[in-house]
Nanobody
């Protein structure tokens, strides 16, 4: 059985940086396209960044472009979200998501594309 486990959330001030990690257990991560989503209270869950199974293709939402960076290390079965220049509007629960991918370069970004989800980690940014 495959599990996703996020870590690295917490409290930050505006302008700070945080790095989230997601470990895939139970299966090798190299066959999964993955993404980070976030959901703030009262808002729909949105895709923040996505990365193909090979790591060769990525997606970054316009709202975080230039501030957030996704990466992965398949030798560690992990993906990461480096969040720089945090803003109060980045406050949300962040979720790691994965889906088995036949393509090494496809980057799914829709909520419905993913069938594996972590429990989420809270990120709170104060002004």
């Amino acid at each position: 059985q495959v599990h996703l486990i996020e870590s690295g959330g917490g409290l930050a001030q505006a302008g700070d940086s945080l790095k989230l990690s997601c470990v895939v257990s139970g299966r090798t991560a190299s066959t999964y396209a993955m993404a980070w989503f976030r959901q703030a209270p009262g808002n729909e869950r949105e895709c923040v960044v996505g990365i193909s199974s090979s790591g060769g293709s990525t997606y970054t939402a316009p709202s975080v472009a230039g501030r957030f960076t996704v990466s992965r290390d398949n030798t560690r079965n992990s993906i990461y979200l480096q969040m720089d220049t945090l803003k109060p509007e980045d406050t949300a629960v962040y979720y790691c998501a994965a889906t088995w991918s036949r393509s090494s370069y496809a980057v799914p970004t829709k909520d419905s594309d993913f069938d594996l989800w972590g429990p989420g980690t809270q990120v709170t940014v104060s002004s």
